[in-house]
């Protein structure tokens, strides 16, 4: 009975030892096809003209501009978000001549190059600015923030007010979202998920497993399909952001002084139940009517009624600050462009 016992551990050894080897030569393997990987995407990206990479300190920044309208829309994307020049290129048919689109990434999204600094609020605003300098565009600027990168222009509208001429706030990060958990297992779990995204970012397994799975959404972007798969392969979004979010975002909130810039918060909030079956029509092509009561019962909770009053507070802790609602799915100008853009082109009327 021993000898068996003894048998299956050796046997259980070899198998981790085995596995422990072919990941040590795939790890190899993987960081030495990161940077042809990512060249091979760039070229993609270079012949369709989406390449522009500039200094932003430690790291190239990829910074594309659409249009060369006076009023500059300086777009920051969501978490994670690499097809963010894709989907403005998308919506760009939409403007007046005298409004253009600025795609600026962070640090590892799409073909931005990664940086060995601490991802925090002030650097990811400073380093922006040096790219934009860099790039040609000179301010002012109108700053548009989607999702995560609310804190950022909440910050950089607040320490950089002379060089910003208006802000849109898309659906974005505001003082009324929850703080990521700082103890016991729950902050245990987010440490490691930082940490191996860290190490997959570094040693290539992000590149190989984006190289492996990403697929074209053709029937979204058309043409530009190949561009958008290209920038999610070469992407290795920086991890700093989820170690620093806490960090950041008081950051930010702390920045906040009340002024006169006009301002736009863009919400998605459903309002009444056709609202969400026009959503799950674009999400999934077809409507569940359980679902979409589900949904819209759902949206009406209290939780939505408190966190909306919370949005209200902070815009009106920014000053001069329009609330818009625009019954869609997160990402509201994908679903609902024309009304977006309509949006926008009502705050450059309030700059002008």
Not at 186 to 204: D, V, Y
Not at 254 to 276: C, G, L, M
Request: proline share 3%; hydrophobic share 40%.
């Amino acid at each position: 009975m021993k000898k068996a016992i003894k048998k299956i551990f050796q046997v259980i050894g070899w198998i981790i030892l085995v596995l422990l080897i072919l990941s040590v030569i795939l790890t190899v393997i993987f960081a030495c096809m990161k940077k042809s990987l990512r060249q091979k995407n760039v070229d993609i990206l270079e012949a369709d003209g989406f390449v522009n990479l500039v200094s932003a300190g430690d790291f190239d920044m990829n910074v594309n501009i659409i249009g060369d309208g006076k009023y500059k829309i300086i777009a920051m994307p969501a978490s994670w978000d690499t097809s963010l020049p894709i989907d403005l290129m998308k919506i760009s048919e939409y403007l007046s001549d005298e409004i253009s689109f600025v795609a600026v990434t962070r640090p590892g999204y799409g073909i931005s190059g990664e940086t060995k600094q601490d991802v925090t609020t002030e650097f990811i605003v400073e380093s922006t600015r040096t790219a934009l300098k860099n790039a040609g565009v000179e301010a002012p600027y109108i700053l548009m923030a989607h999702s995560m990168s609310g804190p950022y222009v909440t910050y950089w509208e607040n320490k950089y007010p002379e060089e910003v001429s208006g802000v849109i706030f898309r659906n974005s990060i505001t003082s009324a979202e929850h703080e990521m958990p700082e103890e016991g297992f729950p902050k245990l779990m987010l440490n490691g998920m930082i940490a191996i995204g860290t190490f997959a970012n570094k040693t290539g397994w992000t590149t190989a497993k984006n190289a492996l799975f990403a697929k074209a959404d053709e029937e979204t972007y058309g043409e530009y399909a190949k561009d958008v798969l290209a920038f999610e392969k070469a992407s290795v979004p920086n991890m700093g952001e989820v170690k620093n979010f806490n960090v950041n975002m008081r950051t930010a909130w702390a920045s906040i002084q009340a002024n006169d810039i006009p301002k736009v918060y863009i919400t998605n909030d459903f309002e009444t139940i056709e609202d969400v079956r026009e959503y799950l029509m674009f999400i999934y092509g077809e409507v569940d009517e359980e679902l979409a009561q589900a949904r819209f019962e759902e949206s009406k909770d209290e939780w939505h009624k408190e966190h909306s009053q919370k949005i209200s507070e902070y815009c009106k802790s920014l000053g001069n600050c329009e609330e818009v609602n625009i019954p869609a799915s997160h990402d509201i100008s994908d679903q609902k462009p024309e009304e977006y853009i309509k949006v926008v082109e009502k705050l450059i009327d309030r700059i002008k």
